[in-house]
């Protein structure tokens, strides 16, 4: 049975995406283009894909260690929207809170839920398994909290990761940031896409 819910936005992004200038797209995204494959190179969490033009298919360079996640449905939206808005830009150091950014505190509270409270759950009473996957997908381990990590994303985005573990009086808890090229990169709402991303990724990779 068709998933509307998801159907309908693929759609209306897979028909903007056929009518891409992949050339201007390329230069824009700071994408690879490769004109005789039509085809786009995409490096997300140390793991090449590749996006085909004009049919918008996703495909892992190395589908055996290639997390399931960074080619089905979401993350091939995202990789759409950003060759079709995105922009790449160099990361100057500053790393913002979801709230921060433009939008962010509409959609704050169900970030809060669906990102960081997952990541704090999923891991905080077991970090051992979020620094196994951390570097599996390329991390660079960090000195925050009592486990960070800085995990790349597409475009140049960098996804922080940080981790507090619980003790007699409080709950793990868990904080995500992002790198300050991200705005150009996703708005708001398809930010908590890429933390969804993010967070299973992680979570299949400490499951291998």
Known sequence: MPNQQQDAPLEYYKAKFRALDPEEASKRTG???????SRYKLTILGQTLHVNWPNSEITPEDLENCPKILYNFGMRLLALQFLLAGAYAPHCGEF?????LPWGEVYDANFRGRCIRRFAHTFGYDPGKFIKAAEMLGGVRLELGDVSYDLPFLGGVICRLILWTPDDEFPPSAQILYSDNTQL???AEALAGVGDVVIGALKESSNR
């Open 31 to 37: 994408l690879p283009f490769d004109p005789h494959r």
């Open 185 to 187: 990169s996703f708005n």
């Open 96 to 100: 913002m809170a979801y709230r921060e």
